[in-house]
Structures are given as C-alpha cells and as structure tokens.
C-alpha cells in the first residue's frame, strides 16, 4: 500500500479548509492527518515563502505516501509517525508552537481503503483495521474475543446500528471470523439487505473505531489544539460522521460560550471564558460538484473556529519546567516567522 500511488487520494474540501485556516506567508500550520499529503501541499503552497508544516499521521504507509507527496517541501516539511493524540508532546519535542492553524480531516484516505487492511468489504482482507501496525488490539481480536453483549454495544455505540444485537449474536455463532467479506456475507445474512447501502457498513464503521480509540482521540486532541494555537490562530475540523461531527460542534460551541453554569444559577461559579470564535455558523459542506468528482466526500462536514486565548489566559502548552506560554495577540506572529530551525522530512 505503500508504494501506491498517492494521487489516488483527492483532498476533501481542499479550498474551503484552506479559507478556514486563513493561511498566510510564514504560518505555521499542523496537519494531524497528513494521510497522503493532499491539504499539506496545498497548505505549504499557500503559506509560501517561510511557512512551515508539522504532519502527523499514526499510519507508516500514509507517512510514506505523505513523504512522496511532500518531496518538494524538504526545507519546510516535518512529517512525524504518532498519533495526534499526542498532538501537545509532539509540538513541544520539535519546539512548533504557538500554531496559526491546526487542521484534522478524520477518518480513512482512498489509500487505506484500497489497501489490505480490512478497512473495507470491497475487497477480500483481513479483519485488521489498525491505523498504526503496532497497536495492539485488531479487528479480528475484538469480532473473536468479546462477548455477545460487549459487541452489541460496540456495534450500537459506534455504529449507531439499531440491529446490533442481531448482528452480534450471529457474529457469536459464525466465530471465528478471520475476513472481510466473511463478516459482511455473516452481517448481510442476518439483517438482509435493505436499500442501497450494504448492511455491513456501520459494524465496519464501528468496529475501526473501537480499534484505534476514535472517538477518544479526537476528544483529547481538541482540547491539546487550544493550547497550542496562538491568538487568531484556525482550529479546522473534516467529519465524516456523526459520532464525530457532534463532539466536534459540542467542543466548539462550549468553547466559545463565557459562562458555562447550569441555568438559573444566580451568580457564575464556573469561571469559564471563551477561548475560540466559530468563524462559519453552519457547517461546510462539499458542493455537488465536489461529490460528483470524489464521492467519499459526501459525507465531510467541516466546522472552524479561531483561538481567542492571549497569554493572560494563563493557557500553556506544556506543564513540565520548561513549558512555553502561548504568547499575547500581536507579538507571537513575529515568534512564528523564526527562521532558526530548519525543518527537515523525517520519515523514513
Ligand atoms: C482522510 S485521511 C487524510 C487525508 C489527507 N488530508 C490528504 O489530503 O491526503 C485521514 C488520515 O488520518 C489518519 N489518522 C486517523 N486517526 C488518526 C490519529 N488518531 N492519529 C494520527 N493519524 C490518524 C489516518 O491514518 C489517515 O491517513
């Protein structure tokens, strides 16, 4: 999968999360999911001359393709194999901060879709679903090692399938189950087809994100953002479902309100102070064009936001000795425009 070609991914809602992030000459900018590298060549062209890119991606495949794609941007490119969970000690170890924008655009690239990962029932493959190979737990272990009751919820929670007991209880009777299509034909036999989509869809949807902790990932990794967002600098979010999109709105919409106290609370005890701006009202989504010429886009939704926080917010990006402060509205742009440490691609 590695050597495949990396064009075979479009970026989704590429000029729009572009226009989010508000990228300007010498930003410095995080791609959480440089997959293979789309939105981050089209963020380093933008930011052009002196601007900087950190991309992460949590699967080596994706690096590499994000490392062929990035071939021209050596001087202004770090690409770095984590997962963005660790968004605030990967910032810190190669001293990016404070940020002009931080971008994520969820989920899978056409890439692993394509690939041999058991991301997908289009092919025959096993039941790994693993974005990053060392991690522990696949696929394949919790469809053969949980209980009935414990893959319904799995199924149910992540996969907002209303079946999922049905479906759990056929997977407990047909185990062990090693492939793809053996647990799409096993999910198709017990709930039928109805529709155009494949019944098989949300398990599959669900069980990736049992595997690799989505949802718990993007809930840490949005709180991370804002400390290391300097003032006006873009959070820009890509969902593409809506166990996603709504922690996604919920975490904006908080952290944008003053007083967060319970209603009829006679005086604030909270304390809490907006530290983002929505910069859209409603949620971007592709224009029918866009889906027509890469339908995986269908179901993107981006939200955006801008950091409100100055230093005398008291927001840190680290809490060991030598934490660094998030610097005051109009000096920390001249911090970001350093020319002192030559970014290099490490991957690979
Ligand atoms: C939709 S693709 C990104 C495509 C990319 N924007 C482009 O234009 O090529 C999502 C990528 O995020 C990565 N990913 C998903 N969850 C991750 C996590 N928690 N940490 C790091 N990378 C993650 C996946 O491996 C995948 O490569």
Redesign the pocket.
Known sequence: MGNKS?SS????L?QESLKALAIEPGGRYV???????????AILDKSAPGGQLLG????PN?LE??KE?LQNYKESALLVN????NLRDICLKYKFYPVHGI?L?????S??LGGDRGFSFQSNTPLDMR??PNQKVSAADIVNGSSESKLAQIIRAYGEESQSYRIARSIINERPITSTLQLAQIIEKAVGRRGKIHPATKTFQALRIAV???LE??ES?LKQALDLLGYGGRLVV?S?HSLEDRIVKQFMQQEAKGCICPPRTPICICGHNPRLKLINRKVIVPTEMEIKNNPRSRSAKLRAAESTATQSDGHVAGDSHDFVTIAKSNSWQKLTLMQKSRIVLLAG
Do not use: M
């Open positions: 990396t991914h479009k970026p989704v590429l791609d959480c999911t440089v997959g293979g590298g789309g939105h981050a060549a992460i991606d949590a699967d994706a393709a994000a794609r984590d997962n963005f969970g971008l655009d969820l989920g899978l690239s890439l692993q974005f990053d690799n902790h989505e990932h993007l990794v890509i593409y």
